[in-house]
C-alpha cells in the first residue's frame, strides 16, 4: 500500500510570499492528486497530474516520478489561501483506486 | 443538483444504534468512493464502487460497516452498533469513470455518536 508524506505539518507566512508544500510517496502511482480543504469545508480538487508541471492561476504543481516527489506552490500568497492542502495518491497506484492522503498541511496567510 | 451531495449533513446518534448515510454522486458518474475523516487527520479510505458493485471494499474497519449501491447511482453506507470511535466526518467521492481519476467530494456526513 501507498504512503505519503507531506511537510511542512504547519505553515504560517505573511501575505504575498511564495510558498511551497512538498509531499512524497512510497509506490509508483498513475497520477497524484493535490487538494484544498477550508475549515468546516469540503474537500476541492486542485489537481491531478502524471507528469511534469500544471498551473492553475497562482497555483503550481509539479511532480517528479523516478523520485516519487511532487510539490505544490502558491505565488503571491493571500489571506484567502489559507486552508488545509492535502496530497493523495492511489493506495496501490492504479487511476482508479481508492486513495491515500498525505495528513494534510495546514497554511495561514497572514495580512 | 451540479454536485456530489450527501445527507444528512449531520448526524447524532446513541452508542449502539443503527446509522445510515447517504451519497448522491454526480449524474452519470461510475465511480464512487467512500472515506472516513477523523478530526485533525486526513481522509481514510473505506471502499470504492464501480457501478454496483464494491471493487475494494479493504479500508472497511470492520464487520458493522457495509454499503450498497443497487442502481449504480446513489450509495448508503451502514453502520451497526455504533461507537463513539465511529464519530468522524463521512466523505463521498465520485468520478466519471474510474480510470479517469478526477474526483469530486462531496460537502460530507458529520456523525457523532454519544
Known amino acids: 500500500k501507498n504512503e505519503v508524506e507531506q511537510s511542512p505539518q504547519n505553515l504560517t507566512a505573511q501575505e504575498g510570499e511564495f510558498i511551497t508544500i512538498n509531499c512524497s510517496y512510497s509506490v509508483g502511482i498513475s497520477a497524484l492528486h493535490w487538494l484544498q480543504q477550508h475549515p468546516g469545508g469540503g474537500i476541492v480538487s486542485l489537481f491531478m497530474l502524471s507528469s511534469g508541471k500544471k498551473k492553475h492561476g497562482r497555483l503550481i504543481a509539479t511532480i517528479n516520478i523516478q523520485e516519487k516527489h511532487s510539490s505544490l506552490h502558491i505565488t503571491a500568497s493571500h489571506p484567502r489561501d489559507s486552508a488545509v492542502y492535502i496530497c493523495a495518491v492511489p493506495r496501490n497506484g492504479g487511476g482508479a483506486d481508492g486513495l491515500t492522503f498525505g495528513k494534510g498541511t495546514h497554511l495561514i496567510i497572514q495580512p | 443538483g451540479a454536485g456530489v ?5 449531520n448526524k447524532v446518534t446513541e452508542k449502539g444504534k443503527y446509522v445510515e448515510l447517504r451519497c448522491d454522486p454526480i449524474s452519470g458518474h461510475t465511480a464512487l468512493y467512500w ?11 473505506l471502499i470504492y464502487f464501480q457501478g454496483t458493485g464494491a471493487a475494494d471494499d479493504s479500508g472497511l ?36 469513470v474510474a480510470s479517469d481519476g478526477h474526483r469530486f467530494f462531496g460537502p460530507g456526513t458529520r456523525l457523532t455518536v454519544l
Open chain 2, 35 to 45: 472515506y472516513r475523516q477523523s478530526l485533525g487527520q486526513g481522509p481514510e479510505f
Open chain 2, 61 to 96: 474497519p470492520n464487520d458493522r460497516f457495509f454499503a450498497v449501491r443497487p442502481e449504480g447511482s446513489v450509495s448508503t453506507l451502514k453502520i451497526q452498533r455504533t461507537e463513539r470511535g465511529d464519530s468522524a466526518v463521512y466523505l463521498c467521492a465520485s468520478s466519471l
Open chain 2, 5 to 9: 451531495s450527501q445527507t444528512p449533513s
